[in-house]
């Protein structure tokens, strides 16, 4: 019984006959057993014949796998088909495609015939579309470590739409957890032997595709104007997820971008994608972007620290750095190159913030203040994003001048300010942040702080680590790197 096939009954004027002749033949090929045996230990039952299901044994030599017309007849001539092949090893293929009336030569009488890229003696379940998509349930894999699912399928009359592509029903595609309330059409691709749930993007009308192999595989891409896109990145964004697609063709790299929501998909032809694939200012990956593995000081060589601009620089300052470990996903959203230079600022301003603990140990040591009365307040790019009432109030109430960090005393009178440079090149980093130190000193609002502090940081996203250099200036104008001296406070000395 774990061996079935179907075997249809006909009337024949007042008695129904079953021709069962052939079926039992391959029966016994698959089986490897004589006839006589296959008849002896084989039993017959009468049942209701399973709607949408037919079941049958073949063998195929050539490319051409034969269905009998019985099976085809209890079908309802439905085509496409999807067949279950499983071989007498227990190997299972998935087959689709679309059958062809062939002449009768081996005493199956009326037979069908579809191509088929399998040789062998095969279990056969014929199923129609319907048949198969209402059996196959929910959907799901992993995509660059985001689950991707197909869910909620419901099939659709069976309308061809090109050569060998039909659109067989509905579905609702997941990523990342974000579904969309806009449901995706469900195609199948009997060349490719695939299944794919496609969602069509606002703007220029670029897919979002998630490929459904018979494997039971999933692979997702993005298509545009009949070019597939291979998924180069997936970064969480603040409305929902940036899929970031590249072709290379012809010697020639082309990329596209789609922003995946709740709403739907938009595409980077949507009036307002920017918007749309903007990172917050709250996502965990810019808030608290270093890892958790040991901070270092480290040397480094090469004419990284030598200024131009500022040779009263290069008297004081030394070639070491306090290396500290980014994130994973933290490096993976900056390396997409999707997030504006606000954003990217942001970040920068974040690894100070991590570490602002042992630079107010720096500056108790330095005012005599104890450090228990220091306070710092974040504005820089923070103050843009989080747009907090009573911080701008106390900007407006201290000037226009607003510093990345301002460190208050128990009087909130401004002891120290902060100025932040994250970059990927040392010497404009630092340039940038001293330029700004010596300008805020010239300015109504920090003319009286006792220290400036110019915090230059260098990202390697290969190596997933940035790289901080740290100098104080007084309100004289003397410049010392404070570099060793904070890390020495961050190892709690």
């Known amino acids: 019984t774990d061996k079935p096939f179907y075997a249809v009954p006909r009337l024949r004027g007042r008695q129904y006959e079953i021709n069962m002749k052939t079926q039992i033949r391959e029966l016994s090929n698959f089986l490897r057993m004589r006839i006589e045996e296959t008849l002896r230990k084989g039993k017959f039952w009468i049942a209701p014949a399973e709607e949408g299901k037919g079941r049958f044994y073949t063998k195929v030599t050539t490319r051409s796998l034969i269905i009998p017309g019985d099976i085809i007849e209890h079908l309802k001539q439905e085509n496409p088909l999807i067949l279950k092949l499983r071989d007498p090893e227990g190997t299972e293929r998935i087959l689709m495609g679309t059958w062809s009336i062939s002449a009768d030569k081996r005493g199956y009488g009326k037979y069908y015939v579809m191509r088929t890229p399998y040789k062998g003696s095969f279990h056969v379940e014929a199923m129609t579309v319907t048949k198969f998509l209402k059996e196959l349930g929910e959907l799901k894999g992993r995509i660059r470590e985001v689950e991707v699912a197909v869910k909620d399928i ?62 039971g595989e999933v692979d997702l891409c993005l298509g545009y104007r009949n070019r597939v896109y291979g998924i180069k990145d997936i970064v969480a964004v603040e409305k ?42 709250d996502d965990p990956r810019v808030v608290l972007p270093l890892g958790d593995r040991e901070t270092l000081i480290e040397s480094m060589s090469g004419d990284y620290f030598i200024l131009e601009e500022y040779l009263y620089i290069n008297k004081i300052i030394n070639n070491n750095v306090i290396k500290a470990n980014l994130k994973e996903k933290t490096v993976e959203a900056l390396n997409s190159r999707s997030l504006p230079a606000s954003i990217v600022g942001l970040v920068g301003e974040n690894i100070v913030k991590q570490n602002m603990t042992p630079l107010l140990r720096v500056l108790s040591q330095m005012s005599g203040i104890p450090v228990n009365e220091l306070e710092s307040e974040h504005y820089g790019e923070y103050i843009k994003y989080k747009k907090k009432l009573d911080a701008l109030r106390k900007v407006e109430q201290k000037g226009v ?41 010239e300015g109504r609002v920090f003319k009286d702080s006792l220290y400036g502090i110019a915090v230059a940081i260098k990202h390697d996203y290969d190596r997933g680590v940035a790289f901080i250099k740290i100098l104080l200036r007084d309100r004289d104008g003397n410049w010392t790197d404070i570099t060793d001296l904070v890390y020495s406070k961050m190892r709690g000395e």
């Open 154 to 215: 419901e099939p659709t009359p069976v309308e061809r739409i090109s050569q060998r592509v039909y659109r067989v029903g509905s579905c609702r595609i997941a990523i990342g957890g974000i579904e969309p309330k806009k449901r995706a059409d469900l195609l199948m691709d009997s060349r490719r032997n695939t299944f794919m749930a496609t969602l069509i993007s606002e703007g220029k009308g670029t897919e979002v595709r998630i490929d459904l192999t018979p494997k």
């Open 240 to 281: 929902g997820i940036l899929l970031v697609g590249e072709n290379i063709s012809g010697g020639r790299v082309r990329t596209i971008e789609v922003v995946f929501t709740k709403e739907g998909a938009f595409d980077q032809y949507y009036p307002g994608f920017s918007d749309k694939k903007r990172i917050g200012y």
């Open 401 to 441: 001048e607003i510093a990345d960090f301002v460190i208050l005393d128990k009087h909130e009178n401004i002891i120290a300010f902060i100025e932040v440079s994250f970059r990927n090149n040392f010497k404009e980093a630092l340039e940038h942040v001293i330029e700004q130190v010596n300008r805020r000193f």
